[in-house]
């Protein structure tokens, strides 16, 4: 809102933001800065803020007994994997859709965002059983597919909603100087919608990489990503403060990263377009 | 405008999306009302190979009549009840303070948002240990630090702790979409009815909150639906237990735990049809949205 306020008003405004944003963040920087406590600084009463020896001996312990870059792969693995297959799956239907509209598209979006809302555990077993059958059990692939597929509709959706806003004029008139279904593809629509693209991925990998309710059931030791490796630390080792720490930062922090520059995309991709 | 030939490229290009959603879709789901009129105890040698046998709707009913039903529709009211109250009042309020000026509002933003980032796993990992521990947590020495009983969080108030839990996860993405809503708002509306001297509170109850209604719906519908199935937040830190198992929980365990696959089934479609319910509200006001 442009209006003029008092600077008074704006310092009140100011404190009182931060206070609740701190607030808020808190957990997040209580777990990062018990990361660096030894075990017994991290449960010292009362308890420590700054002033402790920092110490980097909880990430490596981390690293050594749980082999951490293995589960780290596995996320990233899973993450990309199955951004990149939903978008290979995603762009052409989603420029069909958008440029190329007929009278079902509409209907054929909001089936497609219908099947986000069924219910995981409603078919539960049907997936588990079919991964023992198929011997995907506690391999990636299979999980790739799963998380490409519970997926699949925001990434329609949101490219969707980006292909929208490229005004169809332009591959009119690429048209009509005869380009070709390829040509038009590859070099009008391409540069034009990668923000778009990048956007999409960015939230997909987000979604994929924190998806806890497919990679808990569907793994056991050598698909399992960083949510089950954390799951891992429920007991006992979850009572020591410092590592589970480690762990859990080590487990967060490239999503906090990637999150900060996925705002804005994240109303559009979780409101499928409704709020913008 | 479209040609022949590019209709069917179209339709051509949608196909592996939609087939594979399809597939997605319907197989499990057809598996499931299969399983779920089925006597199938996988670890008592029932098997697809050996035939089931056919029980009608004894599933359905022994899965509400059991013990557990009654008490699991109630955990999962109250978690996305006090989930949805908590989220609401407080993005709203959030809302309004981070669309006024001040410095640094970006860090703010920032700040708010995080805790959706962070995997479910870990934010009820930690703060089951290193905030609702009643020895070591954080929260213990607070109430220490006031002379108060520290609270035993996940054991006597289970289901405050989890709900608690899960509104810190929830509450960036409410913010987040009604501050986008709030910035939409019509400042010279909103000073007409200053200066014609309406106070704050009625600017708020005839203004702002009924250009938010739309936003606060969608948040209500969304959440609800992400809320009916969380898991992660229980099996870290209850497994179920104290009083914290959720109709999803429950069905979870039926399947995978005891192994029971035609009840867990039929409570499988108990859950895709109240997920259905409020899923239809939501698809109208997306699709209306679709027209505009």
């Known amino acids: 809102m442009a209006r003029a306020v008092t600077t008074n008003r704006k310092a009140l405004n100011t404190a009182i933001a931060w206070i609740i944003g701190l607030l808020i963040f808190f957990p997040i920087l209580w777990t990062i800065l018990t990361s660096f406590k030894t075990e017994a600084q991290a449960i010292n009463d009362p308890p420590i803020f700054l002033f402790f020896d920092w110490t980097l001996e909880n990430y490596s312990i981390v690293q050594e007994r749980s082999n951490y870059m293995k589960f780290l792969w596995n996320s990233v693995f899973l993450a990309g994997g199955s951004t990149i297959l939903g978008l290979i799956i995603a762009v052409p239907a989603a420029w069909s859709m958008a440029f190329v509209p007929s009278k079902r598209t509409k209907d054929i979006l909001l089936w497609m965002l219908s099947t986000k809302m069924l219910p995981a555990v409603g078919v539960l077993y049907p997936i588990y059983l079919g991964f023992i059958q198929l011997g995907l059990l506690d391999s990636r692939v299979g999980l790739v597919i799963v998380l490409m597929l519970i997926n699949l509709p925001i990434i329609v959706w949101m490219l969707y909603t980006y292909f929208k806003e490229i005004p169809g004029e332009i591959l009119e008139a690429a048209r009509m100087d005869g380009a070709t279904l390829k040509e038009e593809l590859l070099y009008i629509l391409t540069p034009m919608a990668i923000p778009g693209i990048a956007s999409t991925m960015l939230l997909n990998f987000i979604l994929a990489w924190n998806e806890a309710f497919w990679t808990l059931n569907l793994t056991a030791v050598n698909a399992a990503p960083l949510t089950a490796f954390i799951a891992s630390y429920s007991s006992p080792e979850g009572l020591f403060f410092a590592k589970l720490s480690a762990a859990s930062t080590m487990a967060i922090a490239p999503i906090l990263i990637l999150g900060w520059f996925s705002q804005k995309q994240l109303v559009r991709g979780l409101t499928f377009g409704a709020v913008k | ?292």
Not at chain 2, 19 to 42: A, N, R
Not at chain 2, 107 to 119: D, S, T
Not at chain 2, 188 to 204: H, I, N, S, T, V
């Open chain 2, 1 to 292: 405008m479209a040609t022949q030939h590019s209709r069917s490229a179209a339709r051509l290009m949608m196909a592996p999306a939609v087939v594979l959603l399809l597939g997605w879709m319907l197989v499990p789901l057809i598996m499931t009302l299969f399983f779920s009129f089925k006597k199938y105890l996988p670890l008592r040698g029932d098997s697809l190979s050996n035939g089931l046998d056919w029980v009608g709707f004894e599933n359905y009913a022994r899965f509400i009549n059991s013990s557990s039903f009654w008490p699991s529709v109630y955990t999962t009211l109250i978690i996305v009840g006090g989930v949805l109250v908590i989220t609401v009042v407080l993005g709203i309020v959030l809302a309004l303070l981070l669309d006024q000026p001040m410095w640094g509002q970006g860090v703010v933003r920032i700040l708010v948002i995080a805790p959706f980032f962070v995997m479910p796993t870990v934010s009820a990992l930690v703060w089951k240990n290193m905030f609702m521990d009643p020895v070591n947590g954080l929260l213990a020495h607070l109430w220490k630090f006031f002379g108060a009983e520290p609270v035993q969080w996940l054991s006597q108030n289970s289901l405050e702790s989890i709900v608690m839990i899960v509104s810190w996860q929830w509450l960036p993405f409410a913010t987040l979409i009604l501050l986008t809503a709030v910035q939409s708002l019509d400042s010279e509306q909103l000073e007409a009815a200053e200066m014609d001297g309406a106070p704050y509170r009625k600017r708020f109850i005839y203004i702002i909150l009924p250009h938010l209604a739309r936003a606060i719906t969608i948040v209500i519908l969304i959440q609800t639906i992400f809320l009916l199935s969380i898991f992660a937040e229980i099996f870290v830190t209850t497994g179920g237990a104290f009083g914290t198992k959720t109709l999803t929980y429950l069905i979870f365990q039926r399947v995978l735990e005891s192994q029971n696959v035609g009840l867990g089934s039929a409570g499988g479609v108990y859950a895709i049809i109240l997920a259905n319910i409020v899923a239809i509200f939501l698809m109208r006001i997306v699709g209306k949205n679709l027209d505009a």
